[in-house]
């Protein structure tokens, strides 16, 4: 199983690009990438998801290089609503959630 | 449409008390069922999956377990609650296990909020 590791927090403001990478060296060849957003108390929500190169949909973008060891999940013009904690998901049988980043979006 | 319902919505129990939780899922058949809890500040940790009725895998020892008497429902129970089984406790499906390597995309419940004092 793929252990991927993000940034515990990040914080940005109202209008602005953010862009969360999510580290994962050994991903499995067959492995794909997932990525969730959760909003305190509920429960996470599907944002994207992708095997290489560029996945785009009406949320975000995600970026995956060649060799596929990080991916960046995009998020344009991030708002108030959009702070979250994001969680990055590689492959597996069964899905397994980390810590994710936190991310605050400031007036 | 496909629906999942969670109940109690939050719950106080004193320890060593029994726990009942429930889901059941609406508008699809054979759903590959889960249970996650978050404690406070914390990721999801996945407590048990199933695949079908009576399936059962386990992927925290504990003194928790669960049941899927039909098709549609998981129960999560204990027979003595303790201090640390207060959290988030989140029932997720999706529409089975992909091609290796492919997650399917999970559907949450609203959760329930458990306390034990």
């Known amino acids: 199983l793929a252990k991927t590791t993000q940034p515990i927090s990040m914080d940005s403001y109202e209008g602005q690009e953010v862009n969360i990478t999510c580290s994962h060296n050994?991903?499995?060849?067959?492995?794909?990438i997932t990525w969730y957003q959760q909003f305190p108390s509920q429960g996470p929500r599907f944002i994207i998801q992708?095997?290489?190169t560029k996945v785009t949909n009406e949320v975000a973008s995600l970026f995956i290089p060649a060799d596929r060891k990080s991916s960046t999940l995009s998020l344009p013009r991030v708002s108030l609503s959009d702070t979250a904690v994001y969680y990055c998901?590689?492959?597996?049988?069964?899905?397994?959630f980390g810590r994710g980043t936190s991310l605050i979006v400031h007036p | 449409s496909q629906t999942i319902h969670q109940w109690p919505a939050t719950l106080v129990q004193p320890v060593g008390s029994p726990l009942s939780l429930e889901c059941t899922v609406e508008?699809?058949?054979?759903?590959?069922l889960y249970w996650y809890r978050q404690a406070a500040g914390r990721g999801l940790q996945l407590l048990f999956y199933?695949?079908?009725?009576?399936?059962i895998s386990s992927e925290v020892p504990q003194n928790l377990s669960a049941s899927r008497p039909q098709d549609r429902q998981f129960i999560l129970s204990s027979k003595k609650l303790l201090l640390s089984d207060s959290g988030f406790y989140l029932c997720?499906?999706?529409?089975?296990?992909?091609?290796?390597?492919?997650?399917?995309?999970?559907?949450f419940g609203p959760g329930t909020r458990l306390t034990v004092t």
């Open positions: 997720a499906w999706s529409g089975g296990q992909g091609a290796r390597g492919l997650i399917y995309e999970q559907y």
């Open positions: 050994n991903i499995a060849t067959n492995d794909y």
């Open positions: 992708g095997y290489k």
């Open positions: 998901l590689v492959g597996g049988y069964i899905p397994t």
């Open positions: 508008g699809t058949s054979n759903p590959n």
């Open positions: 199933s695949v079908g009725i009576g399936q």
